[in-house]
């Protein structure tokens, strides 16, 4: 299985029911399950575009404040950079005040940052002489920049922490995300399921979408993408499954099983993430009758 590329705290990831825990899977209260980035890496003169993809089990959570449609917001989003070479250990202690750069939401709390910006704010370790042009000196010496973000969320009187490393690469560098093109019950696209029964879960990614695999002995081989199933109700064997065969033409995921819930309407949440730290989510409606 691939790495995390994401690590999420300051909620609650397994609660207690019946004198039970529920599994990770089970979505029982706000949580932020990806920080999504757009492209996946950030190059050297571009710009990336930061989403904190937030779920609770009423389904996705969307753009900031209130209005008609406030059940679906969050209140409130806060995210700040911090130096490729800080040591984040607690993202909600780490990195913050002066060692942090605030990063600025628009009004949907979502953001978007140059790699001009953050080398201007961390040119260089404390201590060392920054070079002209610092960071592609690192990248040319052979050295891995990761930038971690780190998002604050308030939903329903709670504030989530999630954090997210991106890679810095050199601009002739092309990372993308991985996408869903279906996800299938037994085989089939559907959202409308029968309560108590079980179904082979799985899904099917964009090929075009995969990226070459890092440092492949093959050249053009593809990389290895993990499916993470969420959902507030039913049950799922297996939390994250792999892709059977990533050169297929139309590539998909190993099966987990999926036994619906009760009836009425409920989510499922599919995270994708790539071994280039590539991450996306889709949110899928399902009426169990």
């Not at 490729?84 to 993202?91: A, E, I, K, Y």
């Not at 879960?201 to 290895?224: C, I, K, S």
């Not at 995921?253 to 790539?274: C, I, K, N, Q």
Request: charged share 20%; hydrophobic share 45%.
């Amino acid at each position: 299985m691939i790495r995390n590329a994401m690590v999420a705290i300051s909620l609650v990831l397994a609660a207690c029911s019946d004198g039970g825990v529920d599994p990770i899977t089970k979505i029982t209260g706000p949580r932020v399950l990806a920080i999504a980035t757009e492209p996946s890496a950030l190059t050297l003169e571009g710009t990336i575009r930061i989403t904190a993809l937030t779920v609770a089990p009423d389904g996705p959570r969307g753009e900031v404040g209130g209005g008609a449609s406030a059940g679906r917001r969050v209140d409130a989003v806060r995210m700040r950079a911090c130096a490729p070479w800080t040591f984040v250990s607690d993202p909600s202690r780490d990195c913050v005040g002066g060692d942090a750069l605030v990063l600025v939401t628009d009004d949907d709390g979502r953001v978007a940052v140059s790699a001009a910006a953050l080398a201007a704010a961390f040119p260089s370790p404390p201590g060392i002489d920054a070079p002209p042009d610092p960071w592609r000196a690192a990248l040319a010496a052979g050295l891995t920049l990761r930038v971690p973000l780190i998002a604050e969320v308030d939903v329903d009187g709670r504030t989530l922490i999630a954090r997210r490393d991106v890679e810095v690469v050199d601009s002739a560098v092309v990372r993308t995300n991985p996408r869903v093109v279906e996800v299938r019950f037994d085989g089939v696209a559907t959202t409308t399921l029968r309560a108590a029964q079980s179904y082979a879960l799985n899904v099917t990614v964009d090929a075009a979408d995969l990226d070459e695999r890092p440092a492949a002995v093959t050249p053009g081989v593809r990389e290895q993408v993990d499916s993470s199933f969420y959902s507030p109700a039913g049950e799922l064997a297996d939390s994250r499954v792999a892709l059977v065969d990533p050169d297929a033409p139309l590539p998909e995921s190993e099966a987990t099983t999926y036994t619906a819930g009760p009836r009425g309407v409920t989510w499922l949440f599919v995270v994708l993430t790539d071994e280039t730290d590539g991450m996306s989510m889709v949110s899928v409606p399902l009426l169990i009758e």
